[in-house]
């Protein structure tokens, strides 16, 4: 069976570094795999999709790799904001499946 | 773009009531839905997959009894937590992919439910 692990569990950072979140996963077999976003209490935001064929996705400050042969996807976020504070979660779906299978997430907090 | 709708968006129920929890796809039609249940610090967790005009498949642990589903039409699916006791609280979140495209899926606002 699948399963995402992301680390760190949590991570608090200056505002305007950089930083880098990862997310592994244990089948490579999978069609593709996404970050979300996660404020407290509420749903989910999907950030960036990388197609299993793809080893990169950019949106803005944000850049998401894909290393399907070794199970490895980093998120990484260019001069963090505090509104980037949040649960980060990566996701992939794996071949044959339909559903998501979620990291347990990365709790962000960017000080001003 | 497509959009799913999660209704209720926040309960707060006393133990032993039934809780009905709706998900519909707004502008396409989602023949599967899934739901997904996340306790406190942990990740969320697939509980079922909901198939219009059929069954519901459950995920292992996840008690069919009482988690009631159905997708009685193409763009509704609806969770029933039965005689909800306070371990039942939780963030719960549905989500539906496009037809023809599982790589897309989008999601529900999520309902906060708290047993008492």
């Known amino acids: 069976k699948q399963e995402v692990t992301q680390i760190p569990a949590a991570l608090s950072v200056p505002e305007g570094e950089n930083l880098v979140l990862n997310c592994s996963f244990t089948?490579?077999?999978?069609?593709?795999l996404q970050w979300f976003r996660q404020d407290p209490g509420k749903g989910l935001t999907s950030l960036l999709l990388?197609?299993?064929?793809?080893r990169e996705q950019t949106s803005g400050r944000l850049n998401a790799s894909l290393d399907k042969s070794s199970g490895r996807s980093t998120l990484y976020i260019a001069a963090s904001q505090p509104g980037d504070s949040a649960t980060y979660l990566c996701?992939?779906?794996?071949?044959?499946?339909?559903?998501?299978?979620f990291g347990t997430g990365t709790r962000l907090t960017v000080i001003p | 773009g497509a959009v799913v709708s999660q209704h209720p968006s926040r309960v707060i129920c006393k133990s032993g009531t039934s809780v009905k929890i709706e998900c519909r796809s707004l502008?396409?039609?989602?023949?599967?839905m899934f739901w997904y249940r996340q306790f406190p610090k942990q990740s969320l967790m697939l509980m079922a997959t909901?198939?219009?005009?059929?069954?519901?498949?459950?995920e292992q642990g996840v008690e069919k009894d009482k988690f009631l589903i159905n997708h009685a039409s193409l763009t509704l699916s609806t969770l029933t937590v039965t005689s909800a006791h306070p371990e039942d609280s939780s963030f719960y979140i549905c989500?539906?992919?496009?037809?023809?495209?599982?790589?897309?899926?989008?999601f529900g606002a999520g309902t906060r439910l708290s047993v008492l």
């Open positions: 502008d396409f039609q989602a023949t599967t």
């Open positions: 996701a992939v779906i794996t071949s044959g499946a339909n559903n998501l299978f």
């Open positions: 909901s198939n219009e005009g059929s069954k519901a498949t459950y």
């Open positions: 990388i197609q299993s064929s793809q």
């Open positions: 089948d490579s077999a999978i069609y593709n």
């Open positions: 989500s539906a992919p496009l037809p023809g495209a599982k790589n897309i899926q989008y």
